[in-house]
């Protein structure tokens, strides 16, 4: 008889730590074994920036010239890159991110849209410009180097870091819903 209850303790001391080895052992395997397999799912709409590329490595700088930090500034940016004139579907890229601007409601101050034109000031069509500024008046213009950007939109954190990078063609709801996130998780800007 006290054979069979030793037994039945031996047991149920296995099942106990059983129940709790087991899902150590499982998490043990999801992260070691299987992370390094294949890249694991993201929630994000845009293409997460890696290396991380900060802002103040871009060459930015107002229209007549001066650098510009976008560091130290507080607040989340979205930029809209061309590399020629802006046209098409980048005016069209201008217009999405004006709407899913205004569509943060309260956390609209957290952020500013700024334009970035690849192209140099000689070469740039005046009257293009001069309609953009027009149509958008709030929209900040800054001119960028070539190569390190190229033409799409991107959302830039307040410690000036580009995190998501987006075509022309993503630029409304895709830009709105990572933006609501990346607002809703930050305790900056």
């Given at each position: 008889?006290?054979?069979?209850k030793k037994t039945i303790s031996q047991r149920r001391l296995i099942q106990l730590?059983?129940?709790?080895?087991?899902?150590?052992?499982?998490?043990?395997?999801?992260?070691?074994?299987?992370?390094?397999?294949?890249?694991?799912?993201?929630?994000?709409?845009?293409?997460?920036?890696?290396?991380?590329?900060?802002?103040?490595?871009?060459?930015?700088?107002?229209?007549?010239?001066?650098?510009?930090?976008?560091?130290?500034?507080?607040?989340?940016?979205?930029?809209?890159?061309?590399?020629?004139?802006?046209?098409?579907?980048?005016?069209?890229?201008?217009?999405?991110?004006?709407?899913?601007?205004?569509?943060?409601?309260?956390?609209m101050s957290r952020v500013r849209r700024a334009w970035v034109s690849l192209q140099?000031?000689?070469?740039?069509?005046?009257?293009?410009?001069?309609?953009?500024?027009?149509?958008?008046?709030?929209?900040?213009?800054?001119?960028?180097?070539?190569?390190?950007?190229?033409?799409?939109?991107?959302?830039?954190?307040?410690?000036?870091?580009?995190?998501?990078?987006?075509?022309?063609?993503?630029?409304?709801?895709?830009?709105?819903?990572?933006?609501?996130?990346?607002?809703?998780?930050?305790?900056?800007?």
């Amino acid at each position: 008889m006290e054979s069979k209850k030793k037994t039945i303790s031996q047991r149920r001391l296995i099942q106990l730590c059983a129940v709790a080895l087991v899902p150590l052992g499982f998490a043990y395997f999801l992260y070691f074994i299987v992370q390094g397999k294949e890249p694991w799912g993201s929630t994000s709409k845009g293409q997460l920036q890696n290396p991380i590329i900060s802002a103040d490595e871009l060459g930015l700088s107002t229209l007549r010239g001066e650098s510009l930090s976008l560091t130290g500034q507080e607040v989340w940016w979205l930029l809209v890159v061309s590399e020629k004139s802006c046209g098409g579907s980048c005016e069209e890229a201008l217009h999405l991110v004006r709407g899913a601007h205004v569509l943060l409601n309260k956390d609209m101050s957290r952020v500013r849209r700024a334009w970035v034109s690849l192209q140099p000031a000689h070469m740039e069509n005046a009257d293009s410009a001069a309609d953009i500024e027009k149509k958008y008046p709030e929209l900040r213009r800054f001119r960028g180097k070539l190569g390190v950007l190229k033409a799409g939109v991107y959302i830039v954190d307040p410690l000036a870091n580009i995190v998501l990078y987006y075509q022309y063609s993503q630029a409304g709801k895709p830009v709105l819903d990572d933006l609501k996130k990346l607002l809703k998780v930050s305790r900056i800007g």
